[in-house]
């Protein structure tokens, strides 16, 4: 078992940034590639980004590529996504989720532990 917190959410202006926060506690946080989801009113839960276990490999979705960037610090336990150059479209619940595989997979199925999500608001 390992347990998610999210932390980092808030209102931000279009334009401006956010750095998120994941903290894991439970089994070893190294054992586990770590993605960032988002779910907004009335639509799917979908992926942001995911990162590998080493943090040596990273993966985006198209419409968040080149203005967020996920990292992790395994001595931390801890996973982040900076989001820059935000827009009102970013607005959404957001969730970091761990899965045990090595893959770096785009599909929230694919994740085995999910955290309770923060809100990002972006304003226009």
């Known amino acids: 078992q390992v347990q998610l917190v999210e932390s980092g959410g808030g209102l931000v202006q279009a334009g401006g940034s956010l750095r998120l926060s994941c903290a894991a506690s439970?089994?070893?946080?190294?054992?586990?590639?770590m993605g960032w989801f988002r779910q907004a009113p009335g639509k799917e839960r979908e992926f942001v980004a995911a990162?590998?276990?080493?943090?040596?490999?990273?993966n985006y979705a198209n419409s968040v590529k080149g203005r967020f960037t996920i990292s992790r610090d395994n001595n931390k336990n801890t996973v982040y996504l900076r989001m820059s150059s935000l827009k009102p479209e970013d607005t959404a619940v957001y969730y970091c989720a761990a899965r045990s595989g090595a893959i770096l997979k785009e599909d929230r199925e694919e994740y085995d532990y999910w955290g309770q999500g923060t809100q990002v608001t972006v304003s226009s």
């Open positions: 990162i590998a276990k080493s943090g040596g490999n990273t």
């Open positions: 439970g089994r070893t946080f190294s054992s586990y590639v």
